[in-house]
C-alpha cells in the first residue's frame, strides 16, 4: 500500500465498495482506496492507479445514470482488488479481473457502451492548434499540439549555446486533423 492514507471515498459510494470487497476476500478494500471526481477527464470514464489505491471518475458521471456511475466505479475499484490480491504483473484486464467485475454483477468490458455516455460534456470539434518551436540561431525547426518549453536545440547546445527554441502558435490547419 501506499505510505499516504488514501483520503476517502464519497459517503454515498462507499457501501458499494464495501459490499464488493466483502465478496472478493477484501473486507477492508474500502480502507485503502480514494476515490475523486475530476472535471479535467474528458477522454475516459475513470481511471485507476491500484498499487495507491487511487481511483479518479469523470464528474460528469455524477450527472448521470447511477448503473453507469457503479460500472465504472467497480471497473476501477476492481484494478485495486487484483493488484491486492495478485500484486504487480497482473494482466491489467486479465481473468482475474473478470471474475471481480462479474462477481460483483456487472459485464467485465473495457469500453462503456456508446449511449450510456450521452452524458458526457461536449468537446471541441475544430482542429487543434500547433506551435512551431523555431532555434533563433540556426532555424531548426519542431512542431508540436502543444508549447514544449523543455526542447532544446541540439546543435546550440552542442556548440555550447543556450539552445532555448522561440515557440510561435500557429493557425489551426484543418487539414491536419481530418
Same mark, same amino acid.
Given at each position: 500500500?501506499?505510505?499516504?492514507?488514501?483520503?476517502?471515498?464519497?459517503?454515498?459510494?462507499?457501501?458499494?465498495?464495501?459490499?464488493?470487497?466483502?465478496?472478493?476476500?477484501?473486507?477492508?478494500?474500502?480502507?485503502?482506496?480514494?476515490?475523486?471526481?475530476?472535471?479535467?477527464?474528458?477522454?475516459?470514464?475513470?481511471?485507476?492507479?491500484?498499487?495507491?489505491?487511487?481511483?479518479?471518475?469523470?464528474?460528469?458521471?455524477?450527472?448521470?445514470?447511477?448503473?453507469?456511475?457503479?460500472?465504472?466505479?467497480?471497473?476501477?475499484?476492481?484494478?485495486?482488488?487484483?493488484?491486492?490480491?495478485?500484486?504487480?504483473? %497482473?494482466? &491489467?484486464? =486479465? +481473468?482475474?479481473? $473478470?471474475?471481480?467485475?462479474?462477481?460483483?454483477?456487472?459485464?467485465?468490458?473495457?469500453? /462503456?457502451?456508446?449511449?450510456?455516455?450521452?452524458?458526457?460534456? %461536449?468537446? &471541441?470539434? =475544430? +482542429?487543434?492548434? $500547433?506551435?512551431?518551436?523555431?532555434?533563433?540561431?540556426?532555424?531548426?525547426?519542431?512542431? /508540436?499540439?502543444?508549447?514544449?518549453?523543455?526542447?532544446?536545440?541540439?546543435?546550440?547546445?552542442?556548440?555550447?549555446?543556450?539552445?532555448?527554441?522561440?515557440?510561435?502558435?500557429?493557425?489551426?490547419?484543418?487539414? /491536419?486533423?481530418?
Amino acid at each position: 500500500m501506499s505510505a499516504h492514507p488514501p483520503t476517502a471515498i464519497p459517503p454515498d459510494l462507499e457501501p458499494l465498495v464495501r459490499q464488493w470487497g466483502r465478496r472478493w476476500g477484501l473486507p477492508d478494500l474500502a480502507d485503502h482506496l480514494s476515490v475523486r471526481f475530476s472535471d479535467r477527464m474528458t477522454r475516459s470514464l475513470g481511471r485507476c492507479r491500484p498499487a495507491s489505491g487511487r481511483v479518479r471518475l469523470a464528474a460528469h458521471l455524477q450527472d448521470g445514470p447511477a448503473a453507469l456511475l457503479e460500472e465504472v466505479l467497480c471497473h476501477e475499484v476492481a484494478h485495486v482488488a487484483v493488484h491486492q490480491l495478485q500484486g504487480r504483473g %497482473s494482466p &491489467p484486464h =486479465g +481473468p482475474i479481473w $473478470r471474475e471481480l467485475v462479474e462477481a460483483a454483477g456487472y459485464p467485465a468490458r473495457m469500453r /462503456a457502451p456508446a449511449t450510456s455516455t450521452a452524458t458526457a460534456p %461536449s468537446r &471541441p470539434t =475544430g +482542429p487543434r492548434p $500547433r506551435y512551431v518551436h523555431r532555434c533563433p540561431v540556426c532555424h531548426t525547426e519542431r512542431m /508540436a499540439r502543444r508549447p514544449v518549453p523543455e526542447w532544446r536545440c541540439a546543435e546550440c547546445l552542442a556548440a555550447g549555446l543556450d539552445g532555448r527554441l522561440e515557440i510561435t502558435r500557429l493557425a489551426p490547419d484543418p487539414a /491536419a486533423d481530418a
